[in-house]
């Protein structure tokens, strides 16, 4: 199913996307301003949702570190937590930031720097 | 292959949806797109669709052609590649994993980060936060491992809770941006929340 769905679904990135970028403000802002009243029924959710990709992206590592190595899934475990070493270093918004979320590289600046002859 | 990509059995099936929208990516890209020009925004999107669609794509005719009619778990991915594709290609599938793993780590960390502020209310120094994020989950998930679970059931069971997030979401999202969206996006998005909100029932109906 992923890959029709993520051709489907994939337009609601710029829809989304859009929606963020026209207000000024990402969804959670908006929700924060517009949706005040809602805030004890939207937040647990929204935690449950969090917790539960987390945990699911650690597994995800997990198998790839025991992939990639041949160790046990309890040592790759501990090598997994390379992930938290990488998220609490990289600056905010920064290059390297941006490019491990990967989806929002910005070509269009490499694209700028190369015809300035950097 | 094209009935297998939008027919499986359940709650696999919920679980897919939500591992492909993602409602916390959702979440971050409407944060990380602010003073982005639009149309810059629109093209490059498209551009990371298109390419992560043939990835996909690739992955799927790969997975036809080499597991049809196994039962295969995750793990046994590459032993099964290697005497079909060659080394290199159980290599490269290795390497793509962590790399596709890292990468959706810190996109559910940095989502971790904004859904937690906007939970509590409190803004934290971002490296704190991050940390925070993941190890909060690292004791539930290593706990899962020693009970003697399999990580791609507990892979397939949180992205199963993605699936019921989903559409709360996704209709708190719609409902706010309905008046930026115009009449094809309110559409499109729509369409969206009613088709994974009927997933989300169909499998407790059929699971």
Known sequence: MGGVAQRLFGGVFPVFGWAGGLSGAGLLDLFEARLKRFKPLLAPPLVAMVLATNVAEYMGLIIAVHLFTGVPLDVAAVFALVDVVLSASLPTGGLSSRGLLGGLWPWWRLASWSSCGL | ?207
Do not use: C, K
């Open chain 2, 1 to 207: 292959m094209a009935l297998g990509s939008v027919v499986s059995r359940l709650p696999e099936g919920a679980a897919v949806v939500a591992a492909t929208i993602m409602p916390h990516a959702l979440l971050l890209h409407s944060h990380l797109t602010h003073g982005m020009d639009r149309s810059v925004h629109m093209w490059q999107t498209l551009a990371n669709l298109l390419g992560a669609s043939a990835i996909n794509a690739s992955m799927q005719i790969m997975a036809a052609t080499a597991l049809f009619g196994r039962a295969v778990d995750l793990g046994e991915a590459p032993a099964i590649l290697e005497p079909l594709f060659g080394g290199l290609a159980a290599f490269l599938f290795s390497v793509a994993l962590f790399a596709a793993s890292l990468s959706a780590s810190a996109v559910s960390v940095e989502a971790g980060v904004l859904v937690f502020l906007y939970a509590t209310g409190r803004r934290f120094p971002a490296a704190a936060a991050r940390l925070t994020a993941r190890l909060v989950n690292v004791a539930p998930a290593l706990a899962a491992l020693h009970l003697g679970a399999s990580p791609v059931e507990v892979l397939v069971y949180t992205q199963y809770v993605l699936s019921l997030v989903l559409p709360v979401v996704m209709a708190a999202a719609v409902r706010r941006s309905r008046r930026m969206l115009g009449a094809a996006g309110r559409a499109a998005a729509l369409a969206g929340t009613v088709f994974v909100t009927a997933m989300d029932l169909y499998s407790f109906v059929a699971g």
